[in-house]
């Protein structure tokens, strides 16, 4: 963009900065700051990459706009310069301590780095590690910012300090969007005149309507939600609690630190589509802040038990999704909707990695008695089976086990003997007197097995007796 004397009044006018003596004085110096940026803006140009790499994290985007030198960018982004100038401005969300370099083609590298600017002129920050930072309670950015090809003439002071005399001036961030408002100030070390005011955004002068820029930073980071599981109930829940629980799980994840979940959404349906017919959307649910039947969870906010909410099916596919939020001041940042994605499910993997499959039916109901009711060590024990079974045909009523669908496996005390293992009903001889324990696995034809372990009081052996004639 071209500059222009009557530009430069207009805007040193508005401020009410200058008097009209001195406007001889500004012009001088502007023509000579402006052959002086010339030469050396062309030199810096070509030695950018080794001046001004800020890193590959800036959280600063967007243009400043000066009536006097022009745009500045605060972000390779801007003008796609990231392959070969990798520049950026970045504020630590922790300290709230700026960074690194924005440009200006026509002034060249303006500076956040004390490394390379020296110390400013005056307070804030005139000594220490910072040049400029940001305070997220008042929103207000405090401390200098430098021209590089200015040397000392090149200092951007950010805010007005309370001593200043002239307008009142300051650069703010709304932290609610991230967007820069308000001025900078550059004036040169002699006579307090110089290059003049930056503005961080168009509405600071009306003029979005033909100009629409700001300088915007990304002060928090969405949240995700990661590691989403179907967590199936293993075999051994499932044959204790029921073979249609599902836990929806996932793990919170936030890059700002101390940010926790403050609410979730869960969708749940029977097909891929999670935006008509869903069979559940809870909508945003605050855990247990928020006592609403769909949104109830009993074992964490990160966990889900759809089995609470519909009643699943047998042997059926169901696709799940959540979203989280932060617990970001009282803007609460949400996660992108995230799709259940998983190769494998449990216990009972159903090969597609964006569903979860129910078991086929209800696992084997285990039983069994055995007698004498209060043997012996030594003494010969009989046990019986009095199990139950399911199938697909009948998921939810059992039948009682027969050989060719049920299987066993009894485990029995080192000391103890048994006749066979993998009958229905084993004799068992104990070794040792005391409590004893006795498990039996029982299997069906799909696989599903359950356990039961029971325990016996074995008595000392019995006494051996001898038969005598009576006298």
């Avoid at 799709?339 to 090969?351: A, K, V």
Wanted: with cysteine; aromatic share 14%.
């Amino acid at each position: 963009m071209k500059l222009s004397i009557t530009k430069i009044i207009k805007i040193l006018s508005m401020k009410h900065f200058f008097k009209p003596k001195t406007w001889l004085i500004v012009l001088l110096m502007y023509a000579a700051a402006i052959a002086l940026s010339i030469l050396i803006v062309s030199r810096q140009k070509s030695e950018g990459p080794k001046i001004a790499q800020a890193g590959t994290e800036h959280n600063v985007f967007g243009y400043a706009w000066s009536e006097n030198f022009g745009w500045v960018s605060f972000n390779c982004t801007n003008d796609g310069s990231c392959a070969t100038v990798n520049y950026g401005v970045n504020i630590d969300l922790g300290t709230g301590n700026f960074s690194g370099y924005a440009w200006s083609s026509n002034l060249g590298w303006i500076s956040f780095n004390r490394s390379d600017t020296g110390d400013p002129p005056d307070q804030p920050h005139k000594t220490g590690a910072i040049l400029a930072d940001y305070n997220s309670g008042s929103g207000e950015v405090n401390g200098w910012a430098k021209i590089l090809s200015l040397g000392d003439d090149g200092w951007i002071k950010l805010r007005k300090f309370s001593a200043d005399i002239g307008a009142n001036y300051g650069v703010s961030i709304d932290q609610a969007t991230g967007d820069f408002s308000g001025w900078a100030w550059n004036a040169t070390s002699t006579a307090g005149i110089g290059l003049g005011w930056l503005s961080f955004n168009c509405l600071n002068d009306s003029s979005c309507a033909s100009s629409n820029y700001k300088v915007n930073a990304v002060l928090e980071q969405a949240p995700e939600a990661r590691n989403l599981t179907a967590f199936h109930w293993s075999y051994a829940q499932a044959s204790q609690l029921g073979a249609l629980k599902a836990n929806l799980r996932w793990q919170f994840y936030d890059v700002n630190a101390g940010d926790t979940e403050s609410a979730y959404q869960i969708i749940v349906d029977d097909d891929p589509n999670p935006n008509s017919n869903t069979l559940i959307d809870t909508g945003k649910c605050l855990g247990y802040q928020n006592p609403v039947a769909s949104c109830l969870i009993d074992i964490g906010v990160d966990s889900y038990p759809v089995h609470n909410q519909i009643s699943l099916g047998y042997n059926q596919k169901y696709y799940w999704w959540v979203k989280v939020w932060d617990s970001y001041s009282s803007y609460y940042l949400p996660s992108d909707r995230t799709q259940y994605d998983s190769p494998s499910d449990t216990d009972n993997d159903d090969g597609d990695p964006l569903t979860f499959t129910t078991y086929k039916h209800e696992f084997p109901d285990v039983d069994f008695t055995w007698f004498p009711v209060e043997p012996s060590r030594g003494e010969k024990v009989q046990f019986t089976d009095a199990s139950k079974y399911y199938t697909s045909a009948a998921p939810a009523t059992p039948a009682n086990c027969i050989s060719s669908d049920c299987f066993y496996l009894w485990t029995v005390p080192g000391d103890a003997t048994i006749d066979d293992a993998t009958s229905a009903n084993p004799i068992i001889i104990f070794g040792s007197s005391g409590q004893m324990s006795v498990t039996l696995k029982v299997t069906d034809n799909d696989g599903y097995y359950t356990s039961l372990t029971k325990t016996l009081n074995l008595k000392q052996k019995l006494p051996s007796w001898t038969e005598v004639k009576p006298e």
